[in-house]
């Protein structure tokens, strides 16, 4: 079971700066994959994952008006791509009932007045000397509230609103199973056998023939 862990970080003036830039390229990546999906003729096949990602990533590059993204980590662009993925299958499988919970709209373009995020999995974080690393970031001074129960596989950098930052891990850990305290008892009652408990123990009925006979049937 994936649960998450998140703790306010506190990045320098410049490391504010850079992770905007990173906020601002997973936000054009996402953008730039959705817009290109919905200019598809209808009836055509979608792009995979890797396509989206040489597409609106690799080869976005070499484009003037997106050369600026060689200037962060590739790791949560792709990833960006990736959550995009998840989106809309979560929306598929919502419209076909497939999907517990609310019912999930169709991805939305992303606006830089909202809450800004960028996911980094493994590779493009580490934790160091209770600092976290991010990729072309450096080290972020980061306030531990609580100590983490397994090592993380992917940290989301979060900007809220109020221009503060957190960062959020994701961790598997093992679900907890509890025994309730007050366990019942099933009973089956029957004619010869007067219970018989759903541990296995059986009550026999007490013999009512001698008193039959004493009393002797009861006229209406």
């Not at 991805?107 to 995020?117: H, L, T």
């Not at 009973?187 to 010869?192: C, N, P, Q, T, Y």
Request: hydrophobic share 35%; charged share 25%.
């Amino acid at each position: 079971m994936k649960v998450r862990y998140q703790y306010r970080i506190y990045p320098t003036d410049q490391q504010c700066r850079d992770l905007a830039k990173v906020f601002g390229c997973c936000r054009v990546v996402w953008n730039d994959a959705l817009a290109l999906i919905q200019s598809l003729p209808k009836g055509e096949k979608w792009p995979s994952c890797a396509e989206l990602q040489k597409r609106c990533i690799t080869q976005a590059k070499k484009i003037e008006g997106r050369k600026w993204l060689a200037e962060v980590s590739n790791i949560p662009l792709q990833q960006s791509i990736r959550d995009l993925g998840t989106a809309f299958k979560n929306f598929f499988e919502s419209r076909k009932g497939k999907r517990k919970g609310r019912r999930v709209g169709f991805p939305q373009f992303k606006k830089k007045a909202n809450r800004q995020s960028a996911r980094f999995c493994r590779g493009g974080f580490s934790i160091k000397s209770a600092k976290v690393y991010l990729a072309k970031i450096g080290n972020i001074k980061t306030k531990w509230s609580r100590l983490l129960p397994a090592e993380p596989s992917s940290a989301t950098v979060i900007k809220d609103c109020a221009g503060r930052h957190f960062i959020s891990f994701a961790v598997e850990i093992q679900p907890v199973s509890i025994e309730p305290k007050n366990q019942g008892v099933g009973v089956d009652f029957g004619l010869e056998t007067l219970a018989t408990l759903s541990t296995g123990e059986k009550v026999k009925a007490p013999d009512t023939s001698a008193l039959y006979q004493c009393v002797g049937p009861q006229n209406p």
